[in-house]
T-cell receptor
């Protein structure tokens, strides 16, 4: 069964600190993996997208890594800001599933002053 | 920056009533999607639409649901007879043409549907 699991479920960090969010998936075959940021009551916003041949992708203070062999990805946030408080969602797509995308349950990040 | 717009932002309806959720995708995009997110749960894929037809749908997208692109700009999701469990946030998304652009989905702000 195609699944996407994220950990931790929630995380609280101090402003300025770094953090790493994890994503494990069983989707196979694999096409690409996306990380989204979702503010409360808003739609998800794309942060990074990686194909199976990419190991890392950065977008400002966000750096995503991908290990297609172990089916794991991480999102590292550097020098966190209060505005980083949001839910971070890992999404995996499989080419044989047409346009279907598999969403993780998300990690709720709270950055406190 | 172009964006996906959804209306209304909040829809309240009685159980058994029909609702239509509206979306205006980004103008040059060709792929359109509907997702839902029940409060406190993960986002779930409902349906994808390309070239005026459904290209993929999930188990959730049963006969009560339908999608339509009535003109060149709007993309709608209709629920024929709403149930209490249809209460959720419904997100519309669109993506462009090409291998890379197709995989970058832009989401609307969502419509919160409350079925009473």
């Amino acid at each position: 069964k195609n699944q996407v699991e994220q950990s931790p479920q929630s995380l609280i960090i101090l402003e300025g600190k770094n953090c790493t969010l994890q994503c494990n998936y069983t989707v196979s075959p694999f096409s690409n993996l996306r990380w989204y940021k979702q503010d409360t009551g808003r739609g998800p916003v794309s942060l990074t997208i990686m194909t199976f041949s990419e190991n890392t992708k950065s977008n400002g203070r966000y750096t995503a890594t991908l290990d297609a062999d172990t089916k794991q990805s991480s999102l590292h946030i550097t020098a966190s800001q209060l505005s980083d408080s949001a839910s971070y969602i890992c999404v995996v797509s499989a080419p044989l599933s047409g346009n279907q995308f598999y969403f993780g349950t998300g990690t709720s990040l709270t950055v406190i002053p | 920056e172009p964006e996906v717009t959804q209306t209304p932002s909040h829809q309240v309806t009685q159980m058994g009533q029909e609702v239509i959720l509206r979306c205006v995708p980004i103008s040059n995009h060709l792929y359109f999607y509907w997702y839902r997110q029940i409060l406190g749960q993960k986002v779930e894929f409902l349906v994808s639409f390309y070239n005026n037809e459904i290209s993929e749908k999930s188990e959730i997208f049963d006969d009560q649901f339908s999608v339509e692109r009535p003109d060149g700009s709007n993309f709608t999701l209709k629920i024929r007879s709403t149930k209490l469990e249809d209460s959720a946030m419904y997100f519309c998304a669109s993506s462009g043409q090409g291998v890379l652009a197709k995989n970058i989905q832009y989401f609307g702000a969502g419509t919160r549907l409350s079925v009473l």
